[in-house]
Every structure is written in structure tokens, then in C-alpha cells.
């Protein structure tokens, strides 16, 4: 069983920056996907980012090419989402997912994840 601890939401201004961050309890270097996905009410949970942990291969939704960026330390257990440039439309809870399997790469359907951090509120005003 692998828990994850997520940490750093909090708001921001426009054009402000955060950073999130979710630590695995254990078995981190095992696992084979990690992600931050988001949702606001009423929508679906999307994927925000994604990165192989052993390959260190990065995916990015659209709306967040060129502002977000995901990173892992190994050592540290931990998954960071840089945020920058932030808009009101970012605004939601974020969450970090865990998934064993990478293979074809990191999934973006939140079924497909085996471990659910318990959420993150990220507020961003104009």
C-alpha cells in the first residue's frame, strides 16, 4: 500500500507562482507513473501532468505547456508541480495519483491510477 502525502496548495495572485508537492510513503522508485490531475466542480477530473518515475518522461496538458513543470527526487521520495504564471483558471483542487504500470506510458484516465493523495486546493485571484 502506498500513501501519498500532498503539500503547498494554498493562493496565489495572477501571474504568481506555486509549487505542490506529494511525497510517497514508500515503494516510490517502484512505482510506475506519477500525476497531478485537478478537477473543479462540476468537471471531470482531468490530468494536469504525468512523468514516468524511472524514465523521468514528462507529459503536460495543453492548458499548462510552458507554466507547469513536474519533477521527482528519487531520494526524497517526492514529486514536485512547479506553477507559474498562474491564472484563475487554474483554480482547483489538485490531486496526486500513483500508478504501478508505465507501460505505454503514463495514462491520463484517473481509473488507471492506483493511489489517490487526499486533494489540494489551489486558489488563484485576478
Known amino acids: 500500500q502506498v500513501q501519498l502525502m500532498e503539500s503547498g496548495g494554498d493562493s496565489a495572485q495572477a501571474g504568481g507562482s506555486l509549487r505542490l508537492s506529494c511525497t510517497a510513503s514508500?515503494?516510490?522508485?517502484?512505482?510506475?507513473?506519477l500525476a497531478w490531475f485537478r478537477q473543479v466542480p462540476g468537471k471531470e477530473r482531468e490530468a494536469v501532468a504525468t512523468?514516468?518515475?524511472?524514465?523521468?518522461?514528462?507529459y503536460y496538458h495543453n492548458s499548462v505547456k510552458g507554466r507547469f513543470t513536474l519533477s521527482r527526487d528519487k531520494a526524497k521520495s517526492t514529486a514536485y508541480l512547479q506553477m507559474n504564471s498562474l491564472t484563475p483558471e487554474d483554480t482547483a483542487i489538485y490531486y496526486c495519483?500513483?500508478?504501478?504500470?508505465?507501460?505505454?506510458?503514463?495514462?491520463?484516465?484517473?481509473?488507471?491510477?492506483?493511489?489517490w493523495g487526499q486533494g489540494i486546493l489551489v486558489t488563484v485571484s485576478s
Open positions: 512523468i514516468i518515475i524511472l524514465a523521468n518522461t514528462r
Open positions: 495519483a500513483a500508478a504501478w504500470s508505465a507501460r505505454g506510458g503514463c495514462s491520463v484516465d484517473p481509473d488507471d491510477y492506483n493511489y
Open positions: 514508500q515503494y516510490f522508485e517502484n512505482l510506475g507513473c
